[in-house]
């Protein structure tokens, strides 16, 4: 079966609203895998917001702590990425990346080898 990554959640937001991102897996198991959650804009590489590593521990960027969470659900095989408090910076394409299995997550995007097609947040000023 091939590993498959679908995001889904996106959409326009004013400043200051909410959202929730969800990634579906299949033909990949989440648990206990490094995964994270990347932004992009037009020109620019992908830089992660949230990481989750195979512990569940968590990492985020200063410039979303406090207002994004990342988790997983391994019965629904899901990682979710909640984010609070938008700002217009936040806008671009949030893709779902998925590592190694008992590895810890990290920033880079070399450590992933599954990637999800993206979904666009826009937020509005």
């Known amino acids: 079966q091939a590993q498959v990554l679908e995001e889904s959640g996106g959409g326009a937001v004013q400043a200051g609203g909410s959202l929730t991102l969800s990634c579906r897996g299949s033909?990949?198991?989440?648990?206990?895998?490094?995964m994270g959650w990347f932004r992009q804009t037009p020109g620019q590489k992908r830089d992660g917001v949230a990481l989750?590593?195979?512990?569940?521990?968590?990492n985020y960027p200063d410039a979303v702590q406090g207002r994004f969470t990342v988790s997983r659900d391994t019965a629904k095989n899901t990682l979710s990425l909640q984010m609070n408090r938008l700002t217009p910076e936040d806008t671009g394409m949030y893709y779902c990346?998925?590592?190694?299995?008992?590895?810890?997550?990290?920033?880079?995007?070399?450590?992933?080898?599954?990637w999800g097609h993206g979904t666009q947040v826009t937020v509005s000023s």
């Open positions: 990346a998925a590592g190694k299995r008992f590895e810890a997550a990290h920033f880079g995007t070399d450590q992933y080898n599954f």
């Open positions: 033909g990949l198991e989440f648990a206990q895998r490094a």
């Open positions: 989750i590593h195979w512990t569940d521990g968590t």
